[in-house]
C-alpha cells in the first residue's frame, strides 16, 4: 500500500500507518473492520476517522471522530455525516471516499492551513496538513463499506510542502497510479519522449 503513493508522502507517521494497516488485508485483498482494533491503531488513534456509507442517510456516516479532530475541529462528529462541511469540502471528501471505496487506491491529500492564535493574529508560519484515505469493510464478506482516513497535522514549513501548496493554491489531492491536481511538485512528472 505505502509503495503505491510512497512519492506523495511528506509525514512519516502516514508511511507507519499504511504499514500498519497492510497487516490487516485479507485474502481477498481488503482490510475489514473486524482484523484490527483501537489498540493496534494507538499512535494514530487521536487523527483517524471512519466513515461508512449509509444508504439510508445517503451519506458517509462518522462511525468515529478522532480526539485531535475533534479538538482542532471543536466539536465530535460521531455519528453524523460529511453534511456537516460546507458543500464544496463535503463534495470532496464525497468524491474520495467513493474513487477508494471503488477502486481499492489510497488518496493523500494536503492542506495549508492558517492557524489564528488565540488573540487572532494569524500565525506566522505554515501549518500543513496530510490526509490519507484508505478503504475498509464493516461486513466479513463483500466490498468495501467505509473508509478509513487520517490527518496529520505538522506545524511548520517544510520545504517540499512550500512549493507544493503555492503551486497548487494551498490544497490538492493525488490518487496512487493516478491523475495529480495540476502545478503538484510532489507527483513525478511524466517523463517526456
Known sequence: ?????????????????????????GPD???????????????????????????QRGDYVYRLFGTHLAENLGRDLTGLTFGEWPDPVARIMRDQADLVRRTGAVVVSHYRLKVIERDGRIEDRVQTQEKVVVAIAYAAEGPPDAVLVHVDQTRGDLSVLHAHMNATDGSCWCVAGGPVDEGCPIAPRPRSA
Not at 500500500?1 to 488485508?25: I, K, N, P, Y
Not at 482494533?37 to 488513534?45: A, S
Open 29 to 55: 485483498g481488503i482490510i475489514r473492520r473486524h482484523a484490527f482494533g483501537p489498540e493496534d491503531l494507538w499512535p494514530w488513534l487521536g487523527g483517524i476517522a471512519i466513515n461508512q456509507w449509509s444508504e
Open 1 to 25: 500500500m505505502v509503495a503505491g503513493v510512497a512519492d506523495r508522502l511528506t509525514c512519516e507517521s502516514s508511511r507507519r500507518l499504511l504499514a500498519a494497516l497492510e497487516r490487516f488485508r
